[in-house]
Structure formats: C-alpha cells, structure tokens
C-alpha cells in the first residue's frame, strides 16, 4: 500500500503525543497529516480536510474518544465521515475496545504506539474495508467482525506513573542523568527502560514550558528508542549520540538562538530517520 495516498489528521491534546504520531507518520512516507489538538477544532477542519483517515485519542475532552467518534459518524457535514478512525489511548482495555466498536471506530490502539503496530494496523484496516453502516442505532464499519486492536499499554503506564513534571530549575539534573542512562543503553540493551524514563523526565520539562524544539527532538529520540530493535549496533550508536548531543544543546541555548535551536531539533530528526533507513538496507 503506497502510504502517500493517506491523508491523516491526527487529533492528540498532548502536544508531545502529537509530535511523536507525526514523525512515525513521516518516517514511514506519509506526507498529508495534520495535527490538532482540540477536538471542536478537528470536527471544524474536517469540514474541509477529507482525511481518509483520523487517528484520535481516547484522553480528550469534553468528549473522550468514542464519543467524539459518535459525533464525527454521524454528522453529514463531514465528506470523510465513512472513512477509518483510529482511536489510541494509554488505558487500554477490553471494555474500552467495546465503547469504541459501538461507537463506530475501526481500531482501538495501546499506546506507546510503534512505527511498526501503527502503519500496520492502518494498513490492515484500510486493506480490507468493512461494509459502513448507517441506521439509525448506529453510523460506522460493521461490527460483527469486532474491532482491531493493536498496541502494549502496560509498558507505558509503568513508564508515566513515574514521570511527573519536572521544575525547569532542576533540567540540567535532568539532562545529566538522560545523559548517564543513554550512556548505559549504549553498552548493554537491558537499560533500555532507565533511558525511556530519563527521557521522559526531559519530555515533561519540554511540554511544560512549551519549547518546541525541545519537543521534536524528545519526539525523534522517543522513536529511536521505540525502533532500535531490528536496526544495526552502528547505527543505533549513531543516532544515539545525536540525539543525546541535540537534547544537551538545545537545552543549553537561550530563546534568543531560535534559528539554531530549530536546526538541532531538525538535525535529530534527521538522525533517527536515517538510522530507520538503515534497518530497510
């Protein structure tokens, strides 16, 4: 499936979700996306952005995510309301997975989202499209084949029950010791989940005072991370150290150094792109 005939509109209130789903988007071939992050606004856009297809989280607000997918099947002003959504979340559940499947979704996806359980799982479901229903009980893909799931949440619960926001003036703490744990990654892929954490800490720092250079390189050295496996040592090693180097520099830079600070941020995406290459060689 060529990835370029997607168009993707992503609806993600956390910023640093956001930017994550964007760049395995991106890193995958995928050139039409948007990303919003209040729901009234995508409902608006939608009006005029015929996504075929809408990947939206279950953690939003007013409505969660089913109920927002309720919504969208059934209003007729939207030209893509029959296409696929995706809904993700951090507290999956079989419970969940129903709501969303009578509410009229295709998917329901566990977060930390994977380049791989992500572009696979649109695929399935965009591969083999499901008869759309629409009665009066209910607006969506047919639901007696249930609903696809996708995605590890428990992993990511650990990980965030543990990373609380972090005062800008313990960073340079923080960054440190994301320097140390990268370091120990390096030599030995057991310490994988130290560094996950450390990086969490710097993510949480980034989202709260809104730099967002600082965002996209946390993005891209997230998805490093998440993608290691399967790649090089080499190139592991490589794009590691870049993304360690761009996060300790952009945290050194002043507000004042804007243009350099996007050009670091840019160079780790770049970086862990690259690398992501190498694994298809």
């Not at 919504?71 to 969303?100: D, W």
């Not at 696979?120 to 229903?133: C, H, Q």
């Not at 009665?135 to 969506?140: D, H, I, K, Q, R």
């Not at 560094?195 to 946390?218: F, H, I, K, T």
């Amino acid at each position: 499936m060529d990835f370029r005939n997607w168009t993707v509109l992503v609806v993600e209130p956390n910023k640093y979700e956001g930017q994550i789903i964007l760049d395995l988007l991106r890193n995958a071939g995928v050139d039409k996306v948007k990303v919003v992050t209040d729901q009234n606004a995508a409902m608006d856009l939608l009006e005029v952005y015929n996504a075929n297809v809408v990947i939206a989280s279950f953690e939003m607000a007013p409505l969660d995510g089913a109920a927002w997918t309720r919504l969208y099947r059934r209003n007729h002003k939207l030209p893509g309301r029959r296409q696929a959504i995706f809904v993700t979340s951090g507290a999956f559940s079989l419970a969940m997975a129903e709501q969303c499947r009578h509410a009229g979704a295709n998917a329901l996806i566990g977060k930390p989202i994977s380049a791989k359980v992500l572009m696979a799982t649109i695929t399935k479901v965009l591969g083999k499209p499901r008869e759309f229903i629409d009665a009066e009980g209910y607006v969506g893909p047919c639901r007696r084949a249930g609903i696809v799931t996708a995605g590890a949440p428990k992993k990511r619960r650990k990980v965030d029950d543990t990373a609380a926001p972090v005062d800008p003036k313990t960073v340079q703490t923080v960054v440190e010791a994301l320097v140390a744990a990268a370091a120990a990654y390096a030599v030995d892929a057991n310490k994988l989940e130290g560094c996950e954490l450390a990086l969490r800490q710097v993510q949480a720092y980034a989202v709260n005072s809104g730099d967002g250079p600082l965002m996209r390189a946390c993005a891209a050295f997230a998805l490093q991370l998440s993608s290691a496996k399967g790649l090089r040592v080499e190139a592991v090693r490589a794009s590691l150290e870049v993304c360690v180097n761009g996060v300790v520099k952009l945290v050194s830079l002043g507000a004042d150094q804007a243009a350099r600070r996007e050009e670091i941020a840019e160079g780790v995406r770049q970086a862990v792109g690259k690398a992501s290459m190498q694994r298809a060689a």
